[in-house]
């Protein structure tokens, strides 16, 4: 499909509520081409890390439209974005959000699970041999390091091919050399499957390997 993958609208999102309720995202109006790397920059508060939500799925906009792939998210209720999310989006957070209670192994293959993947056990101890886990499948996260943790959830963003992957300071819990590793890792694979890659960061020598970035400031695109 030829045209940016994503696609956004005059977005504005607010959150809170009474009089604690704060306008995050103000007349957001974007274009995002497919295949590329995107840095969201910005000081603290801009709305980057919100902003990535709302591409994700995982935020709904007050107003505005957001199309992934040629699919609008307003137009789906919670199941159909939820079903769209674990084919089309995946997702790296900061702090790695995997479930305590499951081996390395299930916490990439049950999302495939729930997504209707007869291969899904096969499909995850692939990627996890791919992200150089091979050998830890049965480990529980807290028998992993920080790094390990990240590569989980690298492997669990991977494994469905999504179209999208977004990325919510993937090395801020990490050292600086595993988070270079982790870094150099994620982009590998978004260029084997050709995905496009959204992530927020602080450090600007990883948003310099992006192909664009869009900086924002008090919730408003101000560069891109």
């Not at 209670?101 to 692939?126: C, K």
């Not at 669990?156 to 595993?178: S, W």
Request: charged share 25%; proline share 4%; aromatic share 2%.
């Amino acid at each position: 499909m030829n045209g940016p993958i994503i696609r956004v609208k005059n977005v504005d999102l607010s959150l809170g509520r009474g009089p604690a309720r704060v306008h995050i995202l103000k007349s957001i109006s974007l274009e995002i081409a497919r295949g590329v790397a995107v840095g969201l920059v910005g000081p603290s508060g801009s709305g980057k890390s919100t902003l990535l939500m709302t591409l994700a799925g995982l935020e709904r906009p007050d107003s505005g439209e957001i199309e992934i792939d040629g699919a609008n998210l307003r137009e789906m209720n919670e199941d159909q974005l939820a079903r769209f999310r674990g084919q089309k989006v995946g997702i790296v957070f900061q702090s790695f959000h995997l479930i305590p209670t499951m081996t390395a192994l299930e916490n990439v293959a049950v999302p495939l699970e729930l997504a209707g993947r007869a291969d899904a056990f096969a499909r995850a101890r692939a990627e996890l041999q791919i992200v150089g886990l091979g050998e830890r499948l049965s480990h529980y996260p807290g028998q992993l390091s920080g790094g390990e943790q990240q590569r989980v959830a690298l492997a669990r963003a991977i494994a469905p091919d999504p179209a999208i992957l977004v990325a919510d300071e993937p090395t801020g819990n990490l050292d600086e050399a595993t988070g270079k590793g982790i870094v150099d890792l994620m982009f590998a694979l978004k260029r084997e499957r050709g995905a496009t890659l959204v992530l927020v960061t602080h450090d600007k020598s990883l948003a310099a390997r992006c192909e664009r970035t869009i900086e924002l400031r008090s919730g408003r695109v101000e560069a891109a």
